[in-house]
């Protein structure tokens, strides 16, 4: 793919989307029928690209928590640490409108890597969010299940991810459940 006439650089590598058995093993039912790749009319599922700083990508953001002010160049550098990540630990995936060129919905997966479980990897689901204009469209119900194939494929032991308790019912269609004896706890640090 390419961004005029320049080559696009990717978070990873397209073809492992491409390779998920996503008709086999998906974990949601979607009506009418969508996939990673036929995501709906006009809509592309992709990883994450350098050039999604021009097409909405932090404002996308900001409809889930609060980004602040990020310079292009600061983009570009934190774009460039995840790519640099080997073997590769972040794995976000966009929904862009193919005619507004828009990011529209993204979630990412980030692959934790431990010592226990015999140096086992484990997978966190993050950031699920779709423009108020495309929910409805079963996009985040997508790019829920893609990650949690995804996870799989690249060596997740388990995958989880942290929800309000309103959402609990929606990410058990995908097979999440709250485990017993488990919390979530968080200590957060006010930014400089």
Known sequence: MSTNGVEEVFLFDPQL???????DQKCATYKPEISPTHPGEGL???????????KGYLTLLTHLTKVGDISREQFEERFQAMVRTQPNLYYTVVIEDDVT??????????????????????????DVVVNRTYQGKQLGKLLVDVLTLLSKKVGCYKVSLE???????????FGYVKEEGQNYMCRRYVPK
């Open 44 to 54: 592309t599922l992709r990883p994450l690209c350098v050039s999604d700083f021009d």
């Open 163 to 173: 929800c309000l308790d309103n959402m609990v019912p929606f990410y058990s269609k």
């Open 17 to 23: 989307l491409g390779d998920l058995q996503f008709e």
């Open 101 to 126: 060129h828009q990011v529209v919905g993204s979630a990412t997966l980030v692959k934790e890597m431990h010592f226990i479980r015999q140096c086992a990897s484990r997978g966190r689901i993050e």
